[in-house]
C-alpha cells in the first residue's frame, strides 16, 4: 500500500461551485474513480471516505464531491460536469475512470453514463459502482427506478445489503439478469440501506465492501490490458 495525498479543490458548476477533494496516490495508476454521497450527508460520508482511503493507498486517484439536493436531473447535471472537469484536466491523464456513489449519488452515476455513453466514441468511463441503489422506495416495490440501467454499456457493479429496504434482494436480481452489460452484485448479508449489520462494526462491513470494490476494478481494467 502506498500514501496518498488530500487535494481540495472547487469544481465550476454554473454560477456557484461544487466542494470536491482529489486523493491523489504517490504513484497513480492508470484510472480514477469519482464518488458522491447520497441524498442527505456530503462527500465526507464515512462510506466514501473509507473508500477512497482503501483505493487512492492502492494507486486510485479519487475524486469525491458534494452536491446537496434532491432532485435527480440536477444531481446528474452536477455529476456530469465532475467528470468532465476530470477529463479535462491537465494535471492527471487518465486512461478511463470509473464512476460511483452511494445510494442517491449511485442514481446520479448511473444517469450521467447512460447520457455520456449515447456520445460518439465515448470510451472513458470504464464502469459504475453502485453503493445500496436505491431501487425503489420503501414499500413501493412497484415503482422501480431501473430505466436508465437497461441503457448502460460499461461494466456494473452493485454493493447492497440483503435487507436493504430500498432494494429488495429478488428486485435487483431480476433487473441485473435483463440488463445487457456485465453486471456484478454483491450482497452484504443482513445489512440495510445504511449498510449496518447487527453484530458487526462499522469498519468491518465497510473493509468488505472496499475489498469487493477495489477487485472488481482491478480484473476489470486487468482485463483491458490482456
Known amino acids: 500500500m502506498g500514501d ?4 481540495k479543490v472547487k469544481i465550476p458548476f454554473g454560477n456557484k461551485y461544487l466542494d470536491a477533494i482529489f486523493s491523489v496516490p504517490d504513484k497513480i495508476l492508470t484510472h480514477g474513480v469519482i464518488l458522491t454521497h447520497g441524498a442527505g450527508g456530503d462527500m465526507n460520508f464515512s462510506h466514501l471516505v473509507s473508500l477512497v482511503a482503501y483505493l487512492a493507498s492502492r494507486g486510485l486517484l479519487c475524486l469525491r464531491f458534494t452536491c446537496k439536493g434532491l432532485n435527480i436531473a440536477y444531481r446528474t447535471k452536477a455529476y456530469k460536469t465532475v467528470v468532465e472537469y476530470l477529463k479535462s484536466s491537465g ?6 475512470v470509473f464512476l460511483g456513489g452511494r445510494s442517491m449519488g449511485s442514481r446520479a452515476a ?11 466514441n465515448e ?8 453503493l445500496s441503489y436505491p431501487l425503489h422506495q420503501p414499500k413501493l416495490q412497484s415503482k422501480l427506478r431501473d430505466e436508465d440501467l437497461f441503457f448502460i454499456k460499461c461494466p456494473v457493479l452493485f454493493v447492497s445489503g440483503s435487507k436493504d429496504e430500498m432494494c429488495e434482494k429478488k428486485l435487483l436480481e431480476g433487473v441485473a439478469s435483463k440488463m445487457k452489460t456485465p453486471k456484478k452484485i454483491h450482497w452484504v448479508e ?3 440501506h445504511g449498510m449496518t449489520v447487527k453484530g458487526r462494526t462499522a469498519d468491518d462491513v465497510m473493509m468488505e465492501m472496499s475489498t469487493q470494490v477495489f477487485s472488481w476494478i482491478k480484473e476489470i481494467i486487468e482485463q483491458e490490458y490482456k
Open 4 to 7: 496518498y495525498t488530500e487535494v
Open 91 to 96: 494535471e492527471y491523464k487518465l486512461s478511463g
Open 110 to 120: 448511473v444517469s450521467v453514463a447512460r447520457q455520456i455513453s449515447q456520445d460518439d
Open 123 to 130: 470510451d472513458f468511463i470504464h464502469g459504475l459502482i453502485c
Open 190 to 192: 443482513k445489512a440495510n
